[in-house]
């Protein structure tokens, strides 16, 4: 929690950097950590794509890495577990809200956007990006 808030949520109360479903049986929470220091977390939620109603998918939330590790490939590599989790799980779709600062990230890993650019009150702009896994 302390890293996403940091990154996420800065300034506000830590209740902000908890998501509905952090603790539900079929979330799965991923860290990269750097001689043994926790730099970066990705959460997996089971959520189907909005524009893809009653097809398999997980989400990703949460993703964030610290300051000091950025375009060292902590991120990628917590995608890339995500990618290997969903795989694993024979799930068809991998998500998320994407910043839009974050999309090209996303992109250079295989995801394509969906839709136009809209906003997460207090949060800012966002594209949806979505992964065909299978």
Known sequence: MPLRLAI?????PIDSARFPGDDAP???HFGAFRNGDLVGIASLFTNEVPEHAGV????????ATAPEVRGLGFGRALVRACIDF????????LWCNAR???????QKLGFTTVGPEFEI???GPHFRMLLHIM
């Open 56 to 63: 398999a998918a997980l989400q990703v939330r949460g993703m």
């Open 100 to 106: 839009t600062s974050a999309a090209g990230f996303y």
């Open 8 to 12: 996420l949520r800065p300034g506000r």
């Open 86 to 93: 969903t795989r694993q799980r024979k799930v068809i779709l």
């Open 26 to 28: 079929g979330t799965h």
């Open 121 to 123: 009150p207090d949060v």
